[in-house]
Each structure stands twice: as C-alpha cells, then as structure tokens.
Nanobody, 125 residues
Framework: QVQLVESGGGLVQAGGSLTLSCAAS????????VGWFRQAPGKEREFVSA????????YHANSGKGRFFISRDNAKSTVTLQMNSLKPDDTAVYYC??????????????????WGQGTQVTVSS
C-alpha cells in the first residue's frame, strides 16, 4: 500500500508560479514511479508529468514543457511539481499518483496504482 498526500495548491494570477508537493508513505518509495495528473471540470483526467524511481528521468506533457518541472527526494519520500508561467487553462484539480510497474513513461491513469486526494489549482486571468 502507498498513501499519497498532495499540498501546495491555491489561487494564483496568470503568469505566476506554484509548487505542488506529494508526500508518500507506506511501501518503499524508491520502488515506485510517480506521476502528476490534472482534471478540470467536465474534462477527463490528463497526464501532466512523471518521474522515474531514481529521478534520473522525467517526462512532461506538451502543455507543461518548459513551464513545469518535476523532481523527487527519495530520502524524504516526496515529489515536487514546480509550475511556472501559469495560465488560466492550467486550472484544475491536480493529483499525485504512484505506479508499481509498467513501461516508461506511464501517461495513462490506468497505469497508476495509487492516487492522492488532489489539490485545487486556480489560475485567474
């Protein structure tokens, strides 16, 4: 079992930045890959970013390339999503997810085994 708790969401103006954190507990953190997803009202959950077990590899959806950066600290069992130059289209609930196995990168929700409760990000224009 892996428990995930997101934090760091909030309201920000367009062009601003937010840092989301995902704290994990339970099963060995070093053995899981972590991804961020988001879901806006009326839309499907979509992939944002993923990071490999060691942190050596990262992958971002086109929507966040050059603006979003993902990192992890295995000693602290945390993953961070730094979001810069935010746009109103980035408004959504952001979810942290953990994957135990699969091919890299894992971009589909079904490839992830555990999910956090989500944190709201609202970007005003």
């Amino acid at each position: 079992q892996v428990q995930l708790v997101e934090s760091g969401g909030g309201l920000v103006q367009a062009g601003g930045s937010l840092t989301l954190s995902c704290a994990a507990s339970g099963r060995g953190f070093k053995n899981i890959e972590v991804g961020w997803f988001r879901q806006a009202p009326g839309k499907e959950r979509e992939f944002v970013s993923a990071i490999s077990r060691t942190g050596a590899n990262t992958y971002h959806a086109n929507s966040g390339k050059g603006r979003f950066f993902i990192s992890r600290d295995n000693a602290k069992s945390t993953v961070t999503l730094q979001m810069n130059s935010l746009k109103p289209d980035d408004t959504a609930v952001y979810y942290c997810a953990a994957s135990l196995s699969g091919s890299w990168p894992r971009r589909l929700p079904v490839e992830y085994d555990y999910w956090g409760q989500g944190t709201q990000v609202t970007v005003s224009s």
